[in-house]
């Protein structure tokens, strides 16, 4: 059963805290994404994984960071939230080997108050 | 400038009805995938075209990479079909693997 699967579903933090965002794979995919969603600016890249310790920022890694330990396992990681990061998080994955065909997990909604 | 251009933004459509949703690119592209997502949902891969004409069900996608295009074509629409449709594309000579999305037609087809 192909599936990305995101913990939690839905968190509240205060400014400051720290926040993880976690996301597993069951395809073997090399590549791993995590995406955010905002009304009015669509998806947005934060972080690339080509693989295990293979990390690039996306298009606003600012205020992010993530760890890939094991190739099914992508973690996002918020130091010190704030509040302009309260949003919808979307990992996503993809076999890397020319298809980019992208398998999004179901979604964590971050409020940051 | 915004390399991935959907319209119409938003789309009404009765049962039964045909839609034709636009994505236009300002990029050289290397791939372009459409997704499709329910309110609150997550994002479900309709479809990978990176040219040509692809068939699924009641879809149809169209690519013309000269023309910079991509369609989605939904066909005898139901209910069941609102939601937002996205299009992503994957432009030549960059970051590899990284897809770059439009902001969506939400399109929401009434009984």
């Known amino acids: 059963d192909m599936k990305v699967t995101q913990m939690p579903r839905y968190l509240i933090k205060r400014m400051g805290e720290n926040v993880l965002l976690e996301c597993g794979q069951d395809m073997s995919h090399e590549t791993m994404y995590w995406y955010r969603q905002d009304p009015g600016l669509g998806l947005q890249l934060i972080y690339i994984?080509?693989?295990?310790?293979?990390?690039s920022e996306g298009d606003i890694p600012k205020g992010y960071r993530v760890s890939r330990k094991k190739r099914e396992h992508f973690s996002l990681i918020l130091d010190s939230a704030k509040t302009n990061q309260t949003s919808v998080y979307f990992c996503?994955?993809?076999?890397?080997?020319?298809?980019?065909?992208?398998?999004f997990g179901h979604g964590t909604k971050l409020s940051v108050l | 400038g915004q390399q991935v251009q959907q319209s119409p933004a938003s789309l009404v459509l009765q049962e039964g009805e045909n839609a034709e949703l636009q994505c236009n690119f300002s990029?050289?592209?290397?791939?372009m995938q459409w997704f499709y997502q329910r309110p609150g949902g997550s994002l479900v891969s309709l479809f990978y075209?990176?040219?040509g004409t692809k068939h699924s069900g009641r879809l149809t996608s169209t690519t013309v990479i000269k023309e910079r295009r991509s369609s989605l074509h939904i066909s005898s629409s139901q209910t069941t079909d609102s939601g937002t449709y996205l299009c992503?594309?994957?432009?030549?000579?960059?970051?590899?693997?990284?897809?770059?999305f439009g902001e969506g037609t939400q399109v929401t087809v009434i009984s």
């Open positions: 996503a994955s993809s076999s890397g080997t020319g298809d980019e065909r992208l398998f």
């Open positions: 994984s080509y693989d295990v310790d293979s990390n």
């Open positions: 990029t050289s592209l290397n791939s």
């Open positions: 992503a594309l994957v432009n030549t000579g960059g970051l590899s693997g990284k897809l770059t």
């Open positions: 075209n990176p040219s």
